[in-house]
């Protein structure tokens, strides 16, 4: 199926172990997460492990340019996104949610945002 004909689905439907593509065709990792807010409906964006550096960084909503049943594809470049910031359990707190690798689609911690 070509990226173009890949149906868009809603961030609620992103799987684990999904590609996480740049907008000039890199695969640079796979979705470990849903960084969001359920029950308010904010998505804050997609935590994934770095194909190359192995560690876990987080794609800003604002830089999603779409999510497919294939992939969550980015707005920026490779070089772009290899400069994210490293996802840490600090970004947990910061973003009021219940913490890595405990979150689900349903049940996310309430938040005061």
């Given at each position: 199926?070509s990226r173009?004909?890949?149906e868009?689905?809603?961030?609620?439907?992103?799987?684990?172990?999904?590609?996480?593509?740049?907008?000039?065709?890199?695969?640079?990792?796979?979705?470990?997460?849903?960084a969001a807010l359920a029950?308010?409906?904010?998505f804050?964006g997609?935590?994934?492990?770095?194909?190359?550096?192995?560690?876990?960084?987080l794609?800003p909503?604002?830089?999603?340019e779409?999510i497919?049943?294939?992939?969550?594809?980015?707005s920026?470049?490779?070089?772009?996104a290899?400069?994210?910031?490293?996802?840490?359990?600090?970004h947990?707190?910061?973003?009021?949610?219940?913490g890595l690798?405990?979150?689900?689609?349903?049940?996310?911690?309430?938040?005061?945002?």
């Open positions: 199926m173009m004909t890949e868009q689905v809603a961030w609620t439907a992103v799987k684990t172990g999904e590609a996480v593509v740049t907008n000039d065709g890199t695969n640079i990792g796979k979705v470990v997460e849903v029950k308010e409906d904010i804050h997609i935590v994934f492990e770095h194909a190359h550096h192995h560690k876990h960084y794609a909503a604002a830089d999603i779409r497919t049943t294939e992939a969550v594809y980015l920026v470049r490779g070089e772009q290899d400069q994210y910031e490293e996802f840490e359990q600090l947990v707190s910061r973003l009021g949610l219940s690798f405990r979150w689900k689609h349903i049940g996310w911690k309430d938040s005061n945002e």
